[in-house]
């Protein structure tokens, strides 16, 4: 598989159809977990997230590189767990010759619609070295559990 990348400013599709096209292949790999860009006019910027599951949890683990701990809120709301921070500007001294600014500052915010599986009061977050990870662990019903084989008396 190859991966490229475009230097260009200039949209690959429109926002629907890219969006459209995302959230399809998300729910194809993750069928119960609904994740969403949120409608939030105030985001500057969307972190990308890599969500896994695992026997007893399902991890989502965003890159906030340059986000301090405490501009990050978690919320949990009607099934709905939403990440929202801010990454402040670290006001540099101006210099004469400015080449490129590239790095991306402001709000940001992610939704993600929880399956029933999720044990909401389990829920814990880490953050470490610029990877935010929350850790939704399953309700004890949802766990795979081992069944032994009963050998039948004659």
Avoid: C
Avoid at 4 to 23: H, K, M
Avoid at 39 to 64: F, K, Q, T, Y
Avoid at 125 to 139: C, I, M, N, R, S
């Amino acid at each position: 598989m190859f991966v490229t990348t475009r230097n260009s400013r200039e949209p690959a599709l429109d926002g629907t159809t890219l969006e459209r096209r995302i959230g399809r292949l998300f729910s194809e790999a993750f069928g119960n977990l609904d994740w969403q860009y949120r409608d939030s006019a105030g985001a500057s910027w969307v972190p990308p997230v890599d969500i896994l599951e695992e026997a007893d949890a399902i991890r989502i683990m965003s890159e906030v590189p340059g986000v301090k701990p405490e501009n990050v809120k978690i919320s949990l709301e009607n099934n709905v767990l939403t990440i929202h921070g801010t990454k402040e500007q670290v006001a540099e001294q101006r210099t004469e010759r400015v080449h490129r600014y590239e790095r991306t500052y402001g709000t940001f915010e992610r939704s993600f619609t929880l399956p029933a599986t999720v044990d909401a009061n389990g829920i814990k977050a880490t953050y470490e070295h610029g990877v935010l990870t929350v850790t939704l662990p399953k309700v004890e019903k949802a766990k795979p559990r081992q069944i032994d084989v009963q050998v039948a008396s004659k």
